[in-house]
């Protein structure tokens, strides 16, 4: 059965500062939940429909676990079309400085503010192989349940880290390399696929700041194929962006 209090911690969970005061989070849907507790991520507790439970009973023996009916499922989902499951699991910590490795290529986040956007990032990053996500400190947090929701389960496996990208950025060698999606940068078309470095994306509404952008060492633009120059879209959406210059630069 549902707890009342649980209930109400559930749904407070929905908001960052209730997530980082309990240092939990909560993730929905088989494939999200499955992923985390295959992961490293400890699983508080797991509350799922008996049809679901049943059916997950190997992947789910060390949890604990209620039972409850798709109707209180309503009651805590924060989708509009809940699933049969939902777990709490502990909050990592995300705000160490973790190291850059320089044999790879990570993505660093300058601002990202929408959830969907972040998610799709997470999940493109996952596809690709690229294991580390640098986010600025304003970036969007990434276990908002909308975020939790779009990476559907990559957040497992890639590792986020918030920082002052600044002071991160001081600390690269000169030799590292630096993607950053502007508008009047070289083509995306006519550079070599990399074997390291860092994507740079900035944020939705104003690109990457200046702060940032004096470290880039390699300006870059994704070509349009627009007929008409004078009416076409005035950029990508941020995502989208990210996930051609993963593939062209890291993908072949």
């Known amino acids: 059965m549902l707890s009342k209090a649980r209930i109400k911690l559930i749904n407070q969970l929905r908001q960052k500062k209730y997530r980082e005061i309990n240092k939990m989070f909560f993730a929905e849907g088989s494939i999200n939940v499955i992923d985390f507790i295959k992961s490293k991520i ?51 910590n995300m705000t160490t400085q973790a190291r850059i490795n320089n044999s790879e290529f990570v993505i660093a986040l300058d601002d990202i503010s929408d959830p969907g956007n972040l998610g799709t990032i997470i999940r493109t990053a996952d596809w690709f192989g690229i294991k580390h996500i640098f986010c600025s400190k304003n970036t969007v947090d990434a276990f908002n349940p909308k975020v939790v929701q779009a990476t559907m389960g990559s957040l497992s496996r890639v590792k986020i880290n918030y920082s002052d990208l600044d002071i991160l950025f001081q600390k690269i060698p000169d030799e590292f390399p630096i993607f950053g999606a502007v508008l009047n940068g070289l083509p995306l078309n006519k550079i070599e696929p990399q074997t390291n470095g860092i994507i740079l994306i900035g944020s939705e509404a104003h690109g990457i700041s200046a702060e940032l952008l004096k470290y880039v060492s390699h300006k870059i633009t994704i070509p349009s194929k627009s007929y008409d120059s004078t009416n076409k879209a005035e950029s990508l959406n941020a995502s989208i962006a990210n996930a051609i210059i993963c593939y062209a630069l890291c993908a072949q």
């Open 42 to 92: 400890s699983v508080i507790e797991l509350f799922a429909t008996e049809d679901w439970i049943n059916n997950n009973e190997s992947i789910i023996a060390d949890c604990l676990t209620t039972t409850v009916s798709f109707k209180d499922l309503k009651r805590i989902s924060a989708l509009s079309n809940p699933s049969d499951v939902l777990a709490i699991f502990e909050l990592p």
